[in-house]
Each structure stands twice: as C-alpha cells, then as structure tokens.
C-alpha cells in the first residue's frame, strides 16, 4: 500500500497520527506498528485512529495496535480511553462481538502422546463442540436462567456442573462482571441467545488443539505451567448472537443520545453517550451481561473440550490435569483506574480487537500470577503460530495496560474467497501436518492464513515496544473453525 500523508514516525515501534491529521481531534494517535507493518496499513484504519481522538473526555491517545485493521466506527485494534466523569462511551468501541476473547487450557499430554490420534481428536471435538453460522448447542436456556447468566457469568455454568470453581480464579474478572443489568436488555437478545450457550460461533472463532513449540522465558512459563512439547488447547469465541444484538440495539439508541448531548461524530459509527449519562449507563450494564454471557459460553465449551479428551485419551481427570491458563477478553469496555499526569484517574478503557496486559503486581491479577504479571494470550492464524505473553510495566504508562489480541485481517472475507477459489485450503494445511474441520469451504477460504498479518510480527512489535514479553509460541496441530 502507499505510505500515507501526514503520519510521522516516532521510533522504530510506533507512528503518531498528529492533532491535525482531521478537524477536531483533542489528542494525537499512536499506532504500533513497525515498517513493515506499516507498509499493509488501511488509511480508513488510521482515519478511524483520528476520528476517536474527536470523541468528548478522551484522556492520553487514541492508541492502536499492531494488528490494526478498520472496523466498525472504531479500528479493530483499537484503545481508548474516557474520563469516567465528563467523559463517553461508546458500542463501536467494544465491538459488535462483545467479550469475543480467548481462553487458552493445558494439560499433562505431550505431543509425542497426541500426534498419532490428532485426527481422530479433532473429529470427535467437532462432533462436540457446535460450530458455525446460527449454531444452537445443548443447552436451552429459560428466560429465568439466561437473566442468571447475565448475572453471573461463568460462575453460572460452573454451579450446572460445566467445570470446576478452580477454573474461575484464572479468568478475567473471576468470569463476571458485577453490575449486569438483566432489565436492560432486548427480549429480540434474550431470544437469540436462548440456545447459543455453549457453541463457537463462525467467522475467525475457533477451537485450537496445539503445542508449546518454544520456550522464550522458562521461568514465567513454568509459573503458568507450561513446558516444551506440552499439549494446550485454545478457544477463542464471544458472546454470540446475544452480544451482537445488545450492541446492534444500543448503537441505535447512543445515535439519538449523542444528539440530545450535542456531541459532534465525524462518523455516525461512534455513536455515544456520556459515561454517567442514563444511556450511558444502560449500554455499560448491557454489555456487562453479554461480556458474562461470553464468558460462561467459553466455560462450556472448555467442560466438553476436557470430556473428549478425557473419553479418547481413557484418561482421570487428574492425569489430564487440563486447567485454565488464563482467559482474557479483547472487545471490552471497562471501569479502571490509572495514573494520569502523577494522578489516579478512574477511565473508561475501551479494548476493541486489543487485550489487557497488566503488569506483576497489579491489584486485579490472580495470586498465582502477581509475581510473574498477568499471562496475555495472542492467537495467530490456522496455519502458522500463536502467543503468550505476559503484561509489562510499559503498557501502563502507555497504552492503558493494553496490547494486541491477535495477528489482525489484510483480505477481506470476500478478497480471500476470491484469492482461495480453485485451492484446497484443507488439502493445503494438511501438507502442513494441520487437520482442520470446518462447517464448509467458504470458511476455510475466509479464514485462509494468508487472509491475515504474520502474527509473529506484530507480536514481535508489542515485545520489541516494551509493552507485553514473549514467554512461549504455540503450533497447532488441529483446528475446529467456526
């Protein structure tokens, strides 16, 4: 792609998108990105950077990372962050996929184990774990039970026997979001999401059977209990046609509110509210019960994902010993405090296609993670590699505790299916020693590695920045993709 006018580079990581760069921005943008990364960057993405910075109560810069490519109102990739008290919040920057994130498991199994039985693995996961465009699982929820949900989160589907109350202490939040307001959201939702628990959804989500190709920082790995060889497994899902449906209903109701406010949007996508404001409020408790709703539906699915194991592998539970290693959310909004200018400031952050990565120490870390800094998982596409990282100290001083959340889109989903006709991308990842299933062709060609950035390159930018480390890279040997 040409370069594009009026961006200036900082240092080797990072570019600004000056003050000047639309009429109206209050701050600068910053883009993490090297030159190469640079050279594959969208001018509607870095238009998009310049357009949040516009936004009322913006507090530091508008921030993008990496796998920056343009979304809806705000870039995927993108963080923001809003004084919680004269500042907005907005839907498009959470997404329409709320608390879409990944949660990554490991187990006692070693590649040498699972290799020769990867084909019958992924067969019997596929059969278990229901994917694809409108999927419906195994559980149906009664209205009363989805307003539990919405209330409690992950901790709901632990209480119905999908997994064990150990597996809460490693999810973001402990797996709920106090203040989700089951009141404020569609019945149209509540019907759409009625029978999605527990299933994975299409697009990029995906079900990764993989194993730890290297060891970067072995003594951060083994406190999260990984080691060279070990077998994980990575699912990455969101809060399905429920999350997307109380986005799609309070972008609508926001569009009327920046009106009644008089805020100014150079793009009706980021449409918003003021922060305390009722809409403001209302929107923030809906998206607290889809982000709960994502996170009990990435518990099922990782209770079924241990029975397959467990029946092919004629393994207890304690030999497979397969436990959390830490599950994070990358489309978000969320109430933090954070020093500003020598001053605790409490913001609004919202992560769109972005994913916390507090450093060691920080109040919100699990125990067992205070010492080593929060574990920060970065999927890559289905046919190379993927992350974890751990937060640094640098991205809270300068990214809101924030980093990457994957490799980040160069095709469109009609670009590749062009790019894929006449190839078998199945036939393609299987040379590669990858077994993928798929609900059909159109989503392996959507999905095709090449429809994606080098994930070991702007990972390499968020660890050369200072802002999460490298600790372990993962390679799949089987995917279920949506």
């Not at 963080?79 to 498991?105: H, M, Q, W």
């Not at 209990?225 to 997307?244: C, E, P």
């Not at 209302?282 to 994902?305: D, S, V």
């Not at 500003?340 to 769109?352: A, E, N, S």
Request: glycine share 10%; proline share 5%.
């Amino acid at each position: 792609m040409p370069k594009i006018e009026g961006i200036i580079r900082i240092d080797p990581y990072r570019i600004k998108v000056p003050k000047d760069f639309v009429q109206g921005m209050k701050t600068d943008g910053i883009i993490y990105v090297d030159e190469t990364l640079e050279s594959e960057l969208e001018i509607d993405s870095v238009r998009q950077v310049a357009n949040v910075a516009t936004l009322p109560g913006i507090v530091g810069n508008s921030l993008a990372m990496p796998d920056i490519h343009t979304g809806y109102g705000f870039p995927i990739g993108g963080v923001a962050a809003f004084d919680a008290e004269d500042g907005v919040i907005s839907p498009g920057g959470v997404g329409y996929d709320i608390n879409c994130g990944v949660r990554l498991l490991k187990s006692n199994l070693t590649k040498e184990e699972v290799k020769p039985k990867i084909k019958d693995l992924i067969d019997l996961l596929y059969i278990h774990i229901p994917s694809g465009v409108g999927s419906t699982g195994k559980i149906k929820l009664s209205p009363e039970d989805a307003k539990k949900v919405v209330r409690k989160g992950a901790i709901w589907a632990v209480e119905q026997g999908y997994g064990e109350a150990d597996d809460l202490q490693k999810i973001e939040s402990n797996g709920c979001l106090e203040g989700a307001d089951p009141e404020v959201i569609s019945k149209k939702a509540y019907e759409r999401g009625k029978d999605q628990l527990g299933t994975l959804g299409s697009g990029n989500h995906f079900l990764e059977v993989q194993y730890v190709d290297e060891v970067y920082e072995p003594e951060i790995a083994s406190a999260m209990g990984l080691f060279k060889n070990q077998i994980t497994v990575m699912i990455h899902s969101g809060s399905r046609g429920f999350g997307h449906q109380i986005c799609d209903d309070y972008v609508r109701e926001m569009l009327q509110a920046a009106k009644k406010y008089g805020i100014e949007l150079p793009d009706k996508e980021l449409a918003c509210a003021p922060f305390r404001s009722k809409e403001g409020q209302r929107y923030f408790a809906a998206m607290k019960g889809a982000a709960n709703y994502a996170w009990a539906n990435r518990q099922c699915l990782m209770h079924w994902t241990r029975e397959v194991f467990l029946k092919l592998f004629k393994l207890s539970p304690r030999d497979l010993a397969m436990t959390v290693v830490f599950d994070v959310a990358h489309n978000i909004a969320k109430e933090e405090l954070h020093t500003v200018g020598g001053k605790k400031i409490r913001l609004v952050v919202h992560r769109k296609g972005a994913t916390r990565a507090f450093p060691k120490g920080h109040p919100e870390l699990p125990q067992v993670y205070s010492n080593i800094g929060q574990p920060v998982i970065i999927p890559g596409d289905m046919g190379r590699v993927s992350f974890v990282l751990v937060g640094e100290e640098k991205a809270m001083q300068e990214t809101f505790g924030s980093t990457c959340h994957g490799a980040g889109r160069i095709l469109s989903r009609s670009q590749a299916i062009k790019r894929a006709k006449g190839r078998s991308i199945r036939d393609e990842m299987a040379e590669k020693g990858i077994i993928v299933r798929a609900a059909g062709k159109e989503t392996l060609a959507e999905e095709m590695p090449d429809a994606y950035k080098d994930v070991s390159n702007v990972v390499d930018v968020v660890h050369n920045a200072g802002i999460a480390r490298k600790v372990v890279k993962l390679r799949p040997l089987g995917v279920i993709k949506g």
